[in-house]
């Protein structure tokens, strides 16, 4: 049943963000910035909670989430909203590091549930809510404008650490500034999505139908699917090890985001800023390999954008 489902994909998603929890949002800004990134001013959402964002040129980004009201984040968890109750989970089973949400972009995030209830992959109820966005937001305007955020849940029950949404955004006017999307580093955008497990392939389907791709790559290491501007990979640990020289420890099963792949417009100029920060890396396979300190929450691989290579 779910072969035929997946047969009947026709769209390829678009990949939108990263979800990282953090306990401190100010230690993630000084982390990211040190490390060359322009982090966006922090916003509030009527859900308890605050964020701040890494922005880049190809229209992904890393978002770093706090709790910003104890009491008005647990109404929202007791009262059953998906989305907080995901990162109350995420937070008492991983602490606060790592990614516990990958998001896609969506144009109607009411049929994205039904396709997600369809094929037996549902995580929940939609999230509705509304926030005011500052000038931050907004090219030498000065207007608050509030905009509308409509999310549609993905899961699959054998990976509690690990949670999956679509996003629909209604509002005509917002965007984000080209300065925020600048950075000291030279990075561009967010190019692959690695997460692990024992066996990729027990979750082909899944991600067949989040991302709407039916194609992949399957290889002894794992398991590869394009999303329209990205790959997303399920590694096995050693194949963790033989691609990034990342080595890990698993021991339960289920999906878990180790690392994002990001890439530079000027791989040299980004060592250049490391060396000067004093930002230790590794270098492995053509890339360099950041790993994770307080605030920075996973592993950041950088590739030269000429060099990549997502096949």
Not at 168 to 188: A, D, G, M, Q, T
Not at 269 to 293: G, P
Request: proline content about 3%.
């Amino acid at each position: 049943m779910r072969t035929d489902f997946a047969k009947k994909i026709k769209k390829t998603r678009v990949i939108d963000h990263l979800v990282l929890p953090v306990a401190d949002i100010s230690i993630a800004i000084s982390r990211y910035e040190k490390i060359g990134f322009t982090v966006s001013p922090i916003e509030k959402y009527p859900l308890g909670i605050k964020s701040c964002c890494v922005f880049f040129s190809d229209n992904t980004f890393l978002e770093f989430l706090a709790i910003d009201h104890r009491k008005t984040y647990e109404m929202h968890a007791y009262q059953g909203n998906t989305f907080i109750r995901n990162d109350q989970a995420y937070r008492f089973r991983c602490g606060e590091k790592g990614v516990s949400h990958m998001v896609i972009k969506s144009n109607d995030a009411s049929q994205d549930d039904i396709i997600y209830r369809k094929a037996g992959i549902s995580g929940g109820p939609n999230v509705h809510f509304e926030r005011v966005f500052t000038s931050s937001f907004f090219s030498q305007k000065k207007e608050l404008e509030k905009v509308e955020f409509f999310l549609s849940f993905a899961q699959d029950i054998r990976s509690p650490d690990s949670s999956f949404f679509s996003c629909e955004i209604k509002s005509e006017r917002i965007h984000n500034p080209f300065v925020l999307k600048s950075h000291k580093n030279h990075i561009l955008g967010l190019k692959e999505i690695v997460l692990s497990e024992s066996n990729p392939a027990d979750f082909q389907y899944f991600f067949q139908t989040y991302l709407g791709q039916r194609e992949m790559k399957a290889d002894s290491f794992g398991l590869s699917f394009h999303a329209d501007n990205g790959v997303v990979r399920i590694l096995t640990p050693i194949g963790l090890k033989r691609l990034y020289g990342l080595e890990i420890t698993r021991r339960s099963r289920g999906l878990r985001f180790e690392l994002a792949v990001l890439i530079s417009e000027k791989l040299e100029k980004t060592k250049e800023w490391f060396n000067k920060e004093k930002i230790h890396y590794d270098e492995y396979n053509n890339h360099l390999c950041i790993n994770a300190l307080p605030g920075q929450g996973f592993p950041l691989i950088i590739k030269k954008v000429n060099n990549y290579d997502s096949k």
